[in-house]
Every structure is written in structure tokens, then in C-alpha cells.
């Protein structure tokens, strides 16, 4: 496996008057090259758990292995972890700061002792990841451009680190629709061509059917599910009961069988629903 985690608690601000804890006995294998999308209600505990990822928070309890990397409540010298998980956070366009977008890009690289040349490479590269122009933006200021553009400067300067491991964080939050496709498809390539993990928070349910392999649900400090996207959405009324909603196409599915409609409710795309109503119909005609 290329990330366990055994037996993980975490409390914010141990020890203080102000003890909060955010994590409770988490257990999670992630193998190399899944794509697995971390869903739950605000305050369960999704941020909390990816930022032990990379080291940003430490465990209280537990231990977490990353290959070879072991993490534990007093580990020290994170740096070797953060070269293999790359942390996108909620918003990460408010971290940008440089007065390029090639300043910007290149602020991690520049951290890992590369040469001009490679730091130039690895800029090219990851714009052209997530389909900004190099030569017509790179001198341009971040703040210029538009909020999807801005996130997507963010994103390329995680990406120019060249992790294995790419955690997001609500990446869409906030995006209008045509740059939320964007980003997503631009996500699933990265997958999908250079075969890195892929963890995301998201709130959509219908990108979770679109594009997870494997769906984890998170509620109060706990993981309470994790298995396929089709099976996860099965279990409508558990994921209602936590204040979770299921892909728009199984809602409109249980609707119709509700209606006496004969129809199976487990159908994550628009395609595969189409076909389920067109055969409901043409059986009701023959019938
Ligand atoms: P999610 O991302 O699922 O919305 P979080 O991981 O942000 O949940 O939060 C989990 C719990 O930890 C919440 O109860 C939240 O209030 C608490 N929490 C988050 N950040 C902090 C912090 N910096 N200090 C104290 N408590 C925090
Ligand atoms: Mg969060």
C-alpha cells in the first residue's frame, strides 16, 4: 500500500482548556493510482485528515506510513513527505503571493534546489496541466486574472513539486461551472496519464459518481463507509441521515420507482439512467 494509516486520533490544542477532538481511530489503506473522494458534513473531520497527509498536522495517537515514510505523533523532518504528497488547500488562490504567475509556479521547485533550467521545465509542464498559457501569462501578476485561472495557478504550483500523492481539498468550491469542468477533467487526466493518487474532498455528489474509483465517508470524527461509488450510493437513506445527498440521477430514479416505476435506483451517469427509463418504458409498453 502507498499510504496506511493505523489507529489515528487527532485533538486540536491538546492539553488546553480548549481540547477539541477531530479524529477518532481512523484506519485507511490507499494503493497507488486510486482515485478516492473523501465525502462527509462540514465538521466531520475531511480537512482535519488530509492535512495529516502531508504533515502539516501530526497525529495524536496512531502512525501513518506514506511508502517508506513513517509519521508519528513526534516525527520531525517533514520534508521528505511533502516531496510525496502534495497538498491543494480549500481556496488556495488567497496563498498566492509572488508578483509573477512564474514566481508563483516556481516557489516550490525553487524550495527543492533545482536549476534554472529544471525549475523553468517544471513550470512549462504544469501549466500546461492544468491549460494555462506559459509564454502570455508568466509575467503576468496572479492577481489579473480570474478566480478560476487564479485556483488553477495554485494548483500548478503544487503540481510543479511532481508528488506521486495529489490531495485537494474542495478544489471546485466557489467556481463558476464552466472552470469547475475544467478543473475537474483537468484533475482526472493527471490520473489518468501519469497514474498519480488522487484524494479529493468534494461536496458534489455528482462529481464523486463521475470521477472517484473509491468514495469514503466521513461523520463525526469517524469514517462510517468506504467501498465503490456504486455501492456507497445505494445507501441513500444513510448518507441523508448525515446530512449527505446522493448523484442527481439516483434521486430521479427513487422518485420514479416510488412512483411504481420498476427501475433500478443505482445508476451514477445521465447515459446509464437514460437507458434504465427508456427499458422501464418499453417494458410498461410491451407489458
Ligand atoms: P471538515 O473539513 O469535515 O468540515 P474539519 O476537519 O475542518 O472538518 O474539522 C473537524 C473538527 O475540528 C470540527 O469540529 C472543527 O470545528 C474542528 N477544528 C478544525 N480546525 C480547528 C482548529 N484549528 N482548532 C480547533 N478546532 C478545529
Ligand atoms: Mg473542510
Redesign the pocket.
Known amino acids: 500500500m502507498q499510504i496506511t494509516i493505523e489507529n489515528l486520533d487527532f485533538t ?2 491538546l492539553n488546553t482548556p ?1 481540547a ?1 477532538q ?1 479524529l477518532e481511530n481512523i484506519n485507511l489503506s490507499i494503493a497507488e493510482g486510486e482515485f478516492v473522494c473523501l465525502i ?10 488530509i492535512q495529516q497527509l502531508n504533515g502539516l498536522l501530526l497525529p495524536t495517537n496512531g502512525k501513518i506510513q506514506v511508502e517508506e515514510l513513517v509519521i508519528m505523533p513526534n516525527s520531525k523532518r517533514l520534508n521528505a513527505l511533502r516531496r510525496r504528497v502534495g497538498l491543494v488547500f480549500q481556496y488556495p488562490e488567497n496563498q498566492l503571493f509572488e508578483e509573477t504567475i512564474f514566481a508563483d509556479i516556481a516557489f516550490g521547485p525553487k524550495n527543492l534546489g533545482l536549476n534554472a533550467a529544471e525549475i523553468e521545465e517544471r513550470v512549462k509542464k504544469a501549466m500546461a496541466l492544468v491549460k494555462l498559457d506559459y509564454e502570455k501569462l508568466k509575467n503576468r501578476s496572479p492577481f489579473a486574472l480570474s478566480g478560476g485561472q487564479m485556483r488553477r495557478v495554485a494548483i500548478a504550483g503544487v503540481l510543479a513539486m511532481e508528488t506521486k500523492i495529489l490531495v485537494l ?1 474542495e478544489p471546485i468550491a466557489g467556481l463558476d461551472p464552466l472552470s469547475r469542468n475544467e478543473l475537474l477533467s483537468a484533475i482526472s487526466e493527471l490520473h489518468e496519464k501519469l497514474g498519480i493518487t488522487i484524494i479529493m ?1 468534494s461536496h458534489s455528489m455528482d462529481d464523486v459518481a463521475k470521477y472517484a474509483q473509491r468514495v469514503i465517508v ?1 461523520d463525526n ?1 469517524r469514517i462510517i463507509m468506504d467501498d465503490s461509488p456504486r455501492e456507497i450510493f445505494k445507501n441513500a437513506e444513510k448518507l441523508l441521515a448525515v446530512g449527505l445527498d446522493v448523484p442527481t440521477m439516483s434521486k430521479l430514479l427513487w422518485e420514479l420507482k416510488k412512483q411504481g416505476w420498476q427501475v433500478k435506483t443505482d445508476c451514477l451517469s445521465l447515459a446509464e439512467a437514460k437507458a434504465e427509463i427508456l427499458q422501464a418504458v418499453r417494458r410498461k409498453k410491451n407489458a
Open positions: 486540536y490544542k480548549f477539541m477531530a462527509g458534513p462540514t465538521g466531520s473531520g475531511k480537512s482535519t485528515l481539498d474532498i466521513m470524527k
